[in-house]
Structures are given as structure tokens and as C-alpha cells.
Antibody, heavy 118, light 109 residues
Framework: QLQLQESGPGLVKPSETLSLTCTVS??????????WGWIRQPPGKGLEWIGSIYYSGSTYYNPSLKSRVTISVDTSKNQFSLKLSSVTAADTAVYYCGTNYEGAFDIWGQGTMVTVSS | SYELTQPPSVSVSPGQTARITCSGDALPKQYAYWYQQKPGQAPVLVIYKDSERPSGIPERFSGSSSGTTVTLTISGVQAEDEADYYC????????????FGGGTKLTVL
């Protein structure tokens, strides 16, 4: 049974880069069945897809965030990562990682709260 | 940018049927997915590919599609079904951009 766990700083200063890692257990990130995605949810608001990556490194980003987002994969560590640059208070959110299987996000991490504040 | 439109709220009494709609121009060409999210929890996939139900999801959850609108139907609503529900799909640009609807709060009266 695949499980995902997000990790990273809970507090980031404005204008800096937010960095999060998602560790995959119970299966291989190199599985050809899955894409791996990041989704976020600002407090009290809805879900927003950030981007997805295939184990080969192919990436797909939300057009509204594309200029600031980098998603990468480390198959040796069974992890994939998110970097979001030039953050502002509007980037404060719970960040989820998830499996992206045939279009659906079918397995989610528990989420990690990231606050952007000085 | 592509958008999926959901009603902000739906209210039903226990035992009744709840229907939550999601509208988007690309829905005739792209599958829709539905998620249930309870407070403080990660979303859970309840419907995939318009009308398929993942294992472990109760049979009272069903999905349908007609033109530019997809519908999540919960038959015989129970108190535990009170949650936020989100639809999700992809745009038709070929860029594989995923999109979520704004979410619908289901209240069980």
C-alpha cells in the first residue's frame, strides 16, 4: 500500500523559496503507472493543483504558477520535491503531495502547513 | 484559464439524495473526478473517470456526466457524509493541466 509523507519548513520568509519533499513508501517512485503531484489549499479555501512529474522527469505545471515552480524527482531516495520561488503571503497553505494515476489523485499525503511570514 | 464551476453549498436531510454539479467546457472530452474532504483531513477520491467508484467507497456515492456538466450523487445521505466535495478534471489544451472546482459544502440537516 503506497504511502506519502510531506516534509519541509513550516515557515518561509517573503521573497524566499519554499522547498518541500514528499517521501514515497510501500512502492517505487519509478513505477510507470503513476505521475506524482503537488496540490495546495490556502486556509479556508479550495484545492489548487501545482504540478505533476513522471519518474522520467517529465513535468506539468499549473500555468498560473509555472514561472515560480520546479518539481523534481530523486529515484534513489524514492522522493519527489517542490520548489516555489519568490513566495508571498498568498502562498500560505497546506501543501499535499499525491499520486496522480490516470488523471486522479488517488493517494494523498497528510499535508503540511507552510506559512509565509517575516 | 480553464475553470470548473460548483455550487458553494448544498443542504439535504438524512436519508435524502444529494446532487452536486460541476460544469466546465472541457468535460465532454475529459474525465471528471470527485473528492470528499472532511475538516482537518486530506481529500479522499470518491469517484474517478466520471462514474467509477474506488474500492472502499460506499455504493451510495455515484457519478454521472451529461455534456458540460458532471454530477456527484449521494443516495440515502448519512450524517458522516457532511463534508466539502471537489470536482477535478483537466483542460483540453493537451498540456495536461489539472483543475479543481471551487468546492461544495454539503450540509446534512
Amino acid at each position: 500500500q503506497l504511502q506519502l509523507q510531506e516534509s519541509g519548513p513550516g515557515l518561509v520568509k517573503p521573497s524566499e523559496t519554499l522547498s518541500l519533499t514528499c517521501t514515497v513508501s510501500g512502492g517505487s517512485i519509478s513505477s510507470s503507472s503513476y505521475y506524482w503531484g503537488w496540490i495546495r489549499q490556502p486556509p479556508g479555501k479550495g484545492l489548487e493543483w501545482i504540478g505533476s512529474i513522471y519518474y522520467s522527469g517529465s513535468t506539468y505545471y499549473n500555468p498560473s504558477l509555472k514561472s515560480r515552480v520546479t518539481i523534481s524527482v530523486d529515484t534513489s531516495k524514492n522522493q519527489f520535491s517542490l520548489k516555489l520561488s519568490s513566495v508571498t503571503a498568498a502562498d500560505t497553505a497546506v501543501y499535499y503531495c499525491g499520486t496522480n494515476y490516470e488523471g486522479a489523485f488517488d493517494i494523498w499525503g497528510q499535508g503540511t502547513m507552510v506559512t509565509v511570514s517575516s | 484559464s480553464y475553470e470548473l464551476t460548483q455550487p458553494p453549498s448544498v443542504s439535504v436531510s438524512p436519508g435524502q439524495t444529494a446532487r452536486i454539479t460541476c460544469s466546465g467546457d472541457a468535460l465532454p472530452k475529459q474525465y471528471a473526478y470527485w473528492y470528499q474532504q472532511k475538516p482537518g483531513q486530506a481529500p479522499v477520491l470518491v469517484i474517478y473517470k466520471d462514474s467509477e467508484r474506488p474500492s472502499g467507497i460506499p455504493e451510495r456515492f455515484s457519478g454521472s456526466s451529461s455534456g458540460t456538466t458532471v454530477t456527484l450523487t449521494i443516495s440515502g445521505v448519512q450524517a458522516e457524509d457532511e463534508a466539502d466535495y471537489y470536482c477535478q478534471s483537466a483542460d483540453s489544451s493537451g498540456l495536461m493541466a489539472r483543475v479543481f472546482g471551487g468546492g461544495t459544502k454539503l450540509t446534512v440537516l
